[in-house]
C-alpha cells in the first residue's frame, strides 16, 4: 500500500525559519509541499522519510537567480534573504499495487457503483460489473444490495468493507485560463488527478460482518 520514491527538489527556507535547525526546516518544506497532495505518476505523498543528502544553502541577490551545484537555476524574484538548497529525498507515498487488498469504509452509493474512503483517500470507486453476481441498486435506501439465493445482504454506509486493487487512473491537471474555469466546472465534474477502480467478487471481500 505504501512506498518509497526518491526525489529530487528545489527548497527555499525563508528568514522565519533560519533559527531552526536546517534538516527541520527542509522537511518542514518538503512535507507542506507534497504531504496530502498527489505526486504525478508516482502516488499520494504522505510525509517525507528521510533526507538523502541536501546542497549548501545560498541566499539569492534579488534577482530570481540561484547557483546551487554549479547548475544555474532561474526562479521567480524571491527575497533578498530567502535560502535555497537542492535536496535530494526520500518520500513515503501511497499506491496499492494491482491485486492488493484493501480494508476501508462505505462512503457513499449510486448508480455508478460504491465509493469506498480509508482516513486519507477517498477515490476509490467499485462499479458494478466488480460486485457480487446479483448485486442491485435499491432506489428507496440509496444503497447496493446483493440477492444471494434469495438473501439480501446491503452494502451499507460507512460499513467497513474489503475491495481488492484492480486498475489505477491519472489525470492530467492543467490549469485552466480564467474565461473557461466556469464553463468547464458547470459542464463536467473535475476528474480526480489519482483514482482507483476496485472489486468486491471474491470470497471474503465485501463487508466484513459478511464473512
Not at 13 to 38: G, M, V
Not at 176 to 202: D, F, G, V
Amino acid at each position: 500500500m505504501f512506498i518509497l520514491t526518491t526525489i529530487a527538489d528545489l527548497v527555499q527556507i525563508t528568514p522565519e525559519q533560519f533559527q531552526l535547525p536546517s534538516i527541520e526546516a527542509i522537511e518542514d518544506n518538503l512535507n507542506a509541499k507534497y504531504s496530502n497532495r498527489i505526486v504525478p505518476k508516482v502516488g499520494l505523498g504522505i510525509c517525507v522519510f528521510d533526507i538523502l543528502q541536501a546542497s549548501d544553502g545560498l541566499i539569492g541577490n534579488g534577482t530570481g537567480i540561484v547557483h546551487v551545484n554549479g547548475i544555474t537555476i532561474v526562479l521567480p524574484p524571491i527575497s533578498s534573504f530567502t535560502q535555497c538548497s537542492l535536496v535530494e529525498f526520500r518520500l513515503v507515498v501511497f499506491r496499492p499495487f494491482k491485486g492488493e487488498i484493501i480494508l476501508g469504509r462505505i462512503k457513499s452509493a449510486s448508480t455508478w457503483g460504491i465509493k469506498v474512503h480509508l482516513e486519507f483517500f477517498d477515490d476509490i470507486l467499485v462499479p458494478p460489473n466488480l460486485m457480487f453476481a446479483g448485486s442491485y441498486y435499491n432506489d428507496q435506501e440509496q444503497c447496493w444490495v446483493w440477492n444471494n439465493e434469495g438473501a439480501e445482504y446491503f452494502y451499507d454506509r460507512n460499513e467497513w468493507v474489503r475491495v481488492r486493487v484492480e486498475q489505477e487512473h491519472w489525470h492530467e491537471q492543467a490549469p485552466l485560463p480564467p474565461s473557461e474555469r466556469e464553463e468547464a466546472m458547470s459542464n463536467t465534474e473535475r476528474k480526480s488527478p489519482y483514482s482507483i477502480t476496485a472489486s468486491m467478487m471474491q470470497s471474503a471481500l465485501g463487508p466484513t460482518e459478511w464473512w
